[in-house]
């Protein structure tokens, strides 16, 4: 059995006081000391925290709010002085598609490593946009993947990054290797440049770190060399046509590399074919007006290895006026590249709206191989997404004095978090491996489908 993929973690605290959800206000003038107060039971011990909060607080507009909204302190007061109140801060994190509920728990992964459970079961809505229309099939809890989530059995989440063939070859009884060269990365995930909205270039090193230790890839702007070689086996390059020339043993110690979509792409892949062949090349197709069929084109030519679709960060075309979501947009690809008989041979990478681990389990299900972020990255340093983020604006994570340990920590951290997640909802489905994960639809319930299916007949199609 191969070595089992595990990342190593240690608890790392946040920086800044925490912006949690709840906080108790506490009436206390009319507190009638009572023996057995409740304050006392909660489970948390969020009153006595509290007080010691208040007793160190550095900052005055720092409020504690990191009760976990049980209500039993609330409920049980015996002259009903306690009440639990949201903090407006917290509501005011990230937007519409990044919520405050993603953002706090991506910070409590990239704090503890572990797992996010709620504790008092699923209280969002039913269904929603983007992701949210769409459920993973958690029926198959069954021993054998039971057994690959607890250690005594192997759940591989690698994949392989390059054009495959689209059968066995033999040579005599041997199984010969692809015809390219191909990439294997531990789990389907690679680490984004990223968004214009929120570059912050001092966190570069971070990513390259993080990569190296959890045995990814970061994907740097061609501008950021030079920096240590170390790292080039864990650094794609994205090249900028009217970027830097790297120098060639630059290119010979990394593995993949990026290229924009252009006129000359086809072109460009062929020159760096000629002096790098062991280079897996990636091709980025921007999801603008056009770009899905720009996609499938593209994946249906003999010279691509592998594409990466790029939405906007919130997982939406982008600049069109009806903007579909991601994940539609890669079961169409998906299906299309099915019907012409190429799916198998090239590697599809999306990246746009991938705030959760769910979300990869899922761009998978719909098709894609792999997925690429950063933004989850950036939020576990306790950034809070505000709406204009530039370098030498005020950044209220104070992002630009970080320190290696903890930054690499946190996102190592998170890293982790997310395999487990991932290994989890495999287990949940039956599935041991993640390549076979992809595009399995019956592996996902789709509101849309199901809507149709029950009430289809009654009500006719949704408009
Ligand atoms: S239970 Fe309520 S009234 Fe009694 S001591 Fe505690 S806060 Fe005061
Ligand atoms: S609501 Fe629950 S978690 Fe919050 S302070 Fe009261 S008992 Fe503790
Ligand atoms: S917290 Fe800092 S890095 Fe994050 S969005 Fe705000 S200014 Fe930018």
Redesign the pocket.
Known sequence: MPEKYHIQTKPIPPRRPRIGKYGIV?WRE?????HN???KACVYDRHREEAGYIHDMKDVDALFFDCMGCFSCVQ????A??SLEVNPIYEALGNSYWTPDIIQTTWMQAETAKIPVSGAGYRGPFSGPGFDSMWTDMSEIVRPTRDGIHGREYISTSVDLGRKRPFLAFEGQALMDSDGPLVSLPMPLIIDMASPDHTLPELDPLFRETAARTGLIAIMDSCAWPFAETYLPHVAFHLHPDGPELPRDVLNQTRLIELPDGPDVLKRIAAIKKDCPHLVVSIKVMLGAGGSQRAIELANLPAIEMLHIAADPNGNEIGVSQPRFIKDILRETHVALIESGTRDQVTLMSSGGIALAEHMAKAIICGADLVAMSLPLMIALECQLCHSCEPGMHCPAQLESINTAYGVGRMTNLVSAWHDQLVEVMGAMGMREARRLRGDVGRGMFFKELEEDTFGKLFGTRK
């Open positions: 506490d009319d507190c009638c000391r009572c107060c409740v304050k049980n007061c015996t002259k002085l306690l």
